[in-house]
T-cell receptor, first 113, second 114 residues
Framework: EADIYQTPRYLVIGTGKKITLECSQT?????MYWYQQDPGMELHLIHY???????EKGDLSSESTVSRIRTEHFPLTLESARPSHTSQYLC????????????FGPGTRLTVT | AQSVTQLGSHVSVSEGALVLLRCNYS??????LFWYVQYPNQGLQLLLK??????LVKGINGFEAEFKKSETSFHLTKPSAHMSDAAEYFC????????????FGKGTRLHILP
């Protein structure tokens, strides 16, 4: 079954740790996105990719980085986590068609203590 | 520049009553429009989308939305609310003439009263 996966679902980590949030999709989509969402709030685009070896920063400045070495994989890394990084991170993907409908993963809820 | 405005960050309706969630958009070109739903601790799920075909769009779970160009609106409705409809709803817009990102509204939390 085609889907989009995120791991871990929940993560509690101490300040200064390096973390990587995983996102994988089995739909063969070229486009992938990372959003940051505080509880009950709107989505903010922090990174996107239109294909392998293509990454761009989104509308919201973020200290995280991303990579796109394989079509199906779009991990997000925080080199040194801080309490201000506490949030929910949503990964999404879409086909390279003009309709641009996005499919979302279940999200990773990150808490930095 | 494109934008989406959702009127009302919280909407409460009684079970069995009409659900109406409002969305107005701003776009210099014909847009594609979407409604997504988010249940607690989950990602977003597409409810329905408008892609310049029929102006009345039917989605999942009994929801529908009507594209009104003259009012620049894309309101979401459901004739009879169910307790399971309690969730966060996001309206979103994307330009139809270029390969661009989706712009999301700030969301409306729907509460269902027993």
């Amino acid at each position: 079954e085609a889907d989009i996966y995120q791991t871990p679902r929940y993560l509690v980590i101490g300040t200064g740790k390096k973390i990587t949030l995983e996102c994988s999709q089995t739909m063969g989509h070229d486009k992938m996105y990372w959003y940051q969402q505080d509880p009950g709030m709107e989505l903010h685009l922090i990174h996107y990719s239109y294909g392998v070896n293509s990454t761009e920063k989104g509308d919201l400045s973020s200290e995280s980085t991303v990579s796109r070495i394989r079509t199906e994989h779009f991990p997000l890394t925080l080199e040194s986590a801080r309490p201000s990084h506490t949030s929910q991170y949503l990964c999404a993907s879409s086909e390279s068609t003009i309709f641009n409908e996005q499919y979302f993963g279940p999200g990773t809820r990150l808490t930095v203590t | 520049a494109q934008s989406v405005t959702q009127l009302g960050s919280h909407v409460s309706v009684s079970e069995g009553a009409l659900v109406l969630l409002r969305c107005n958009y701003s776009s210099s070109v014909p847009p594609y429009l979407f409604w997504y739903v988010q249940y607690p601790n989950q990602g977003l799920q597409l409810l329905l989308k408008y892609t310049s075909a029929a102006t009345l769009v039917k989605g999942i779970n009994g929801f529908e939305a009507e594209f009104k160009k003259s009012e620049t609106s894309f309101h979401l409705t459901k004739p009879s609310a169910h307790m399971s409809d309690a969730a966060e709803y996001f309206c979103a817009v994307s330009p139809s003439n270029r390969d661009d990102k989706i712009i999301f509204g700030k969301g409306t939390r729907l509460h269902i009263l027993p």
